[in-house]
């Protein structure tokens, strides 16, 4: 009999725990009310814990006010003020790694460029004050990297809609990771050679969102910590100011997208050049990028 009995008990279904569903943007009134009173200096802590998952949820939702204003103006208050408990942070992190992810679907294309621009004030927490291991901010880097290689939507602003953005806040999330002490010249390398891959890309319209400038503060930034020495400074931009697959900048006078590359290249180098003659220290770099600009001419 008990033979019998520990048969029919085996085969009967065994339950199978529902994964916790995923927090959702409630994009309502009262939900932006009660992310106003947890942003008071009376409130708890714990107030702003509960909310964060919910604000990471609407950096996909297609109102900008609620996207932009609210979601992301919100958690970069909090993160910068040190608002957030440490294991909040740490999932938000792996959350937005998450969202970040290229297998990742993201028709309207908000949810990855506000991840993005939300992971740079992650990674600026801990360049702030160090609470990453190793391996965790070997992570960010390679995301930041990844994605912003990767950017292929390059819509900056659009009416009614808002924001997108791709480049430049990929650029961000590399500027605040190449300002870490904790990092060394490879991974900055890494980082800057992502942002080379989007200087002038084939394919990327006119940039005029302010994307050029965007990558070229990540590049300054590096300067000023004696990320290169003159020989592989002027490999880089080389290979940044190359105009393959034409055979010279002459060509991009003949097309559309020949046009596009040479203006978004200039205007890289112009930032660049702006910013390098502002800062006596740079004044060496100078001449590499004054010599890039006449050959795009």
Request: hydrophobic letters at 50%; aromatic letters at 6%.
């Amino acid at each position: 009999m008990r033979c019998f009995l520990v048969v029919v008990l085996l085969a009967l279904p065994v339950p199978v725990l529902a994964a916790a569903p995923a927090p959702l943007c409630p994009g309502t009134a009262g939900f932006a009310r009660a992310v106003q009173a947890a942003g008071q200096a009376a409130a708890a802590r714990g107030d702003r814990d509960n909310l964060v998952p919910n604000l990471a949820a609407c950096l996909a939702h297609p109102d900008p006010e609620i996207r932009d204003a609210l979601a992301y103006t919100t958690l970069a208050t909090w993160l910068r003020a040190d608002a957030v408990s440490p294991a909040v942070r740490a999932g938000l992190m792996q959350t937005l790694l998450g969202d970040l992810a290229p297998e990742h679907p993201d028709p309207a294309g908000f949810q990855a460029p506000f991840a993005a621009l939300v992971l740079a004030e992650v990674a600026r927490t801990d360049r702030v004050a160090a609470w990453l291991s190793d391996e965790q901010r070997e992570t960010l880097v390679s995301a930041a990297a990844n994605y912003l290689s990767g950017v292929r939507d390059y819509r900056g602003f659009t009416d009614g809609e808002g924001w997108r953005h791709g480049v430049a806040h990929g650029a961000d999330f590399v500027m605040q990771l190449v300002l870490n002490p904790a990092l060394d010249a490879a991974a900055r390398r890494r980082l800057l050679g992502a942002v080379a891959s989007q200087v002038a890309p084939n394919g990327a319209p006119p940039y005029v969102h302010t994307e050029s400038e965007r990558l070229a503060r990540p590049v300054l930034l590096a300067l000023g910590l004696d990320s290169f020495d003159q020989e592989s400074w002027t490999a880089w931009l080389d290979g940044v100011a190359a105009p393959a697959p034409m055979a010279s900048w002459d060509e991009a006078w003949k097309n559309e997208a020949g046009l596009a590359r040479r203006h978004n290249l200039r205007a890289f180098l112009l930032a660049l050049h702006s910013g390098i003659s502002s800062q006596e220290n740079l004044s060496g770099y100078r001449p590499a990028v004054e010599a890039a600009l006449r050959a795009s001419q």
